[in-house]
């Protein structure tokens, strides 16, 4: 199995990281959409969310989310930020291993395109 966050992850790729423990890593987007954009993701091959198991519930998936919040607050998003989890194509997901988005710095609109 190639997958491009799973090298990423073993570091096996280069990415401009900002966290790692033992179950996630968190590094920024290499094409940004806002002036803070990084993706929160586990070291554990997930390929879309419709993967997650209940073994993953509570501890993944919360450190997934409290990763992402603790970063926001770390990058000054203080008054505001998103986090986005697209899951299969028609949710717009391009790469076949779970990951947050964690976007901030600019005023997001809603509904999303
Ligand atoms: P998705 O569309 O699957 O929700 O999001 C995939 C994200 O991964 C995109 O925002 C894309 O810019 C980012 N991405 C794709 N390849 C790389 C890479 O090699 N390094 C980093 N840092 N981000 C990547
Ligand atoms: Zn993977």
């Known amino acids: 199995m190639d ?4 090298r ?3 570091g096996d790729l280069a990415a401009n990281m900002l966290y790692e423990d033992e179950q996630v890593i968190a590094f920024h987007d ?10 929160v993701i586990p070291r554990k091959h997930i390929a879309t969310l419709h993967d997650l198991s209940e073994e993953d519930d ?5 450190h997934i989310l409290f990763t992402a919040q603790r ?3 770390q990058l000054g998003c203080e008054e505001g930020f ?5 899951c ?3 949710g717009g997901q391009t790469v076949y291993h779970i990951h947050m988005h964690v976007l901030g710095q600019r005023r997001l609109h809603w509904p999303p395109g």
């Open 88 to 90: 299969n194509d028609l």
């Open 71 to 73: 970063l926001a607050e």
């Open 3 to 6: 997958c491009l966050f799973c």
């Open 30 to 39: 290499i094409a940004p959409q806002a002036p803070v954009h990084f993706l």
């Open 82 to 86: 998103r986090v986005v989890m697209n």
């Open 8 to 10: 990423i992850a073993n």
């Open 58 to 62: 509570k501890l993944l998936a919360g």
